[in-house]
């Protein structure tokens, strides 16, 4: 049975004219930081949401992007990553092997194909073609943690680069960003390395557009993260926009994303989703099934993490 949700317990978020970024998780908040004077000095949304992915793609110790994921369960890296600024505007990649700015990857294909999406073999060699560096993805903590989830060993426990324990314990996940700039233009991009331990050849929602990103200027845009196989299943992202295009408020939207996942799935314990959904005037929303998900905001108050509005399973036992 499907549980009523709180009432969205903090005031619609955002509304100015000024630029806005947002980002999931708290590694977010490094991406926007990067971004966010480029922003305010005329940048594009475009450039901000690409050096925001950039900033986790590179962060060993984001576990879920970039340099620092976890590999699938035959030990191999494969990214996946999506631009989007509208929808006859869109770029992604999925199974990169061998690059790791796979947000850069895909704003490639959007600029300079006539196609969507690149896969495997194929999209590393678009990049080798243009010239982009190989990188080795699987870092040395990735490759231990690999091997101690083939041989049964517990994980070792989750910290920060300062060697304390990380403030939410339950997996984070893709990055994904939406900003809006001073011209009014709004672009998203997120980057992922997929769920820990896949099976091979596994791609989730990150890559696809309408899944874990989706921009249309007549609506809004929104980014999801969390298990790619809910998002989907209701198509997230686009379901979001869709709904403010129809006169949705971002709080709402994001509700009813909630609760179709709700609806179809019936999640499990573990199961985090969680969305942020962005209206071309910059009122704002997030939520999630459970507790644990925060968002990195950049705006004229400044850059720092605020909780989502809308928890729909907000019993403690949900964080197990
Ligand atoms: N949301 C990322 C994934 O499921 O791959």
């Known amino acids: ?11 619609m978020a955002g509304g100015s ?3 806005i970024m947002l980002a999931t998780w708290s590694f977010g908040v490094a991406g926007c930081t990067d971004a966010w004077p480029a922003l305010t000095a005329g940048g594009s949304a475009l450039d901000a949401v690409c050096a925001a992915a950039r ?8 576990n879920s992007v970039g340099y620092g994921g976890l590999p699938d369960a035959t030990g191999r890296m494969s990214l996946d990553a999506c631009v989007m600024t509208g929808p006859a505007n869109c770029g992604a990649v999925c199974a990169v092997a061998h690059h790791l700015h796979v947000a850069d990857l895909a704003r490639m294909v959007m600029e300079r194909t006539s196609h969507v999406m690149l ?17 080795q993805l699987l870092s040395a903590d ?21 060697g304390d324990p990380r403030e939410h314990q339950i997996p984070h996940d893709t990055i994904g960003v939406l900003a809006i700039d001073s011209q009014r233009h709004m672009a998203g991009a997120c980057s992922t390395s997929g769920l820990p331990f896949k099976l091979a050849g596994r791609v989730g929602d990150s890559p696809i557009p309408g899944h874990g990103l989706y921009v249309d200027p007549a609506g809004g845009g929104a980014v999801a993260t969390g298990n790619g196989e809910l998002i989907m299943g209701v198509s997230g992202s686009f379901l979001a926009v ?3 295009r ?11 994303v909630l609760h179709r996942i709700d609806h179809a799935f019936h999640p499990r314990a573990h199961q985090q989703v969680a969305i942020i959904a962005l209206a071309p005037d910059g009122r704002w929303a997030a939520g999630a099934l459970r507790y644990g998900f925060v968002v990195a905001v950049a705006d004229a108050a400044g850059i720092r993490t605020e909780l989502p509005q809308c928890v729909l ?8």
């Open 1 to 11: 049975m499907v549980q009523m949700i709180p009432p969205i317990s903090q005031p």
């Open 17 to 19: 004219t000024s630029p």
């Open 55 to 62: 900033r986790a793609e590179l962060d060993p110790t984001v």
């Open 119 to 135: 896969a495997g073999n194929g999209a590393d060699a678009f990049a080798d073609a243009l010239g982009v560096a190989k990188s």
């Open 142 to 162: 990735a490759k231990d943690a690999w091997r101690r989830w083939c041989t049964g060993e517990p994980p070792l426990p989750s910290v920060d680069a300062g």
């Open 242 to 244: 869709e709904c403010m």
């Open 246 to 256: 129809r006169g949705a408020t971002p709080g709402e939207a994001v509700e009813e």
């Open 313 to 320: 399973h907000p019993q403690k036992e949900s964080l197990e």
